[in-house]
């Protein structure tokens, strides 16, 4: 009997205070990049957001890389989009480099380019072309879809990872289905978007972009994607109403990551090809309560049992 109350009290402990983490990764169903600017000495709106991001993700990858690589910044908005935010993010002694070459990109991920994951710090791709000028082209996303374990492990060794939304292409987010296959990308492509003019941080999405307000996110809208189905280790940052299932509640989950405090995260893990799970993570958030249910139920039945003696 004591056994079993010392290790609910453990148990309660975890519950309250352990936080699983994901990786420095940011994965938007926003074009943040085309509905921002450069104002009064500072980014606004969706450009905001991005310096946050980066200034997020760079102080949290662990793998020793100071290089911000985006893959398909292929000028106009979303090059100059890039710029800005990098450039006030805050990242002392980092550098950027922009690759647009299917030759450079490809080399890119099996490590023979001058820029490769080896030497990368983050990897940012823009939103797709269809919706900012200059955004990466179904042509570059294919080469990104064959290599999504190769960004997971890439990933797991401390990289950081940030997009922007790529539903409005026909291979968007390949790579990311192909590392958790029961993700549903929804949006313009599929079944609409019930307001696309509102935005909301989760409590998560606060803790990771202090300083960025509802009225920032909503003015850098319409968006246009959100994900439901398996998630894998990311989080929900931000939340907008897709789908109307409860009726003008901003529940579904627009912009995916996590993982800032510890870096060198995955988006899955324990999975053939993919990382080992860390055996020193504690269960998912949502998990603890099912264990704590689970532990409660066995004290009940063996104060019962002792009550019966």
């Known amino acids: 009997m004591k056994k079993i109350k010392q290790i609910l009290a453990a148990t309660a402990l975890v519950l309250g205070f352990s936080v699983a983490h994901a990786g420095p990764i940011i994965i938007a169903g926003t074009d943040m990049d085309d509905h921002g600017f450069f104002s009064g000495g500072a980014n606004q709106t969706g450009w905001k957001f991005m310096q946050l991001a980066m200034s997020n993700i760079g102080g949290a990858v662990s793998n020793g890389q100071t290089n911000a690589v985006c893959i398909g910044c292929n000028g106009s908005q979303a090059s100059a989009a890039f710029s800005s935010a990098f450039s006030l993010a805050g990242l002392t002694g980092w550098t950027s480099t922009q690759l647009t070459s299917t030759t450079d990109i490809t080399n890119f991920f099996n490590n023979t380019g001058a820029v490769n994951l080896s030497n990368a710090g983050f990897i940012y791709m823009p939103t797709v072309a269809n919706n900012v000028t200059g955004g990466i082209n179904d042509i570059q996303l294919a080469v990104v879809n064959l290599n999504g374990t190769a960004i997971n492990n890439y990933l797991a060794a401390g990289g950081g990872l940030f997009t922007q939304e790529q539903a409005n292409s026909s291979i968007g987010y ?56 398996g998630f894998g280790a990311l989080q929900s940052l931000i939340v907008g109403n897709g789908n109307n299932f409860a009726a003008n509640i901003l529940d579904d989950t627009v912009v995916l990551g996590g993982g800032f405090a510890g870096g060198g995260g995955v988006i899955v893990c324990g999975q053939p090809n993919q990382p080992p799970c860390d055996p020193n993570n504690v269960p998912e958030p949502d998990s603890l309560p099912l264990v704590l249910a689970a532990l409660g139920g066995l004290y009940l039945a063996q104060r019962k049992k002792s009550n019966a003696v």
């Open 174 to 229: 390949g790579w990311l289905t192909s590392l958790l296959p029961t993700l549903v990308v929804k949006g313009d492509n599929s079944g609409g978007i019930a307001n696309s003019g509102e935005l909301q941080l989760t409590v998560q999405g606060n803790a990771q972009f202090p300083g960025l307000t509802n009225t920032d996110i909503s003015n850098a809208t319409p968006w246009h994607a959100y994900f439901e189905g």
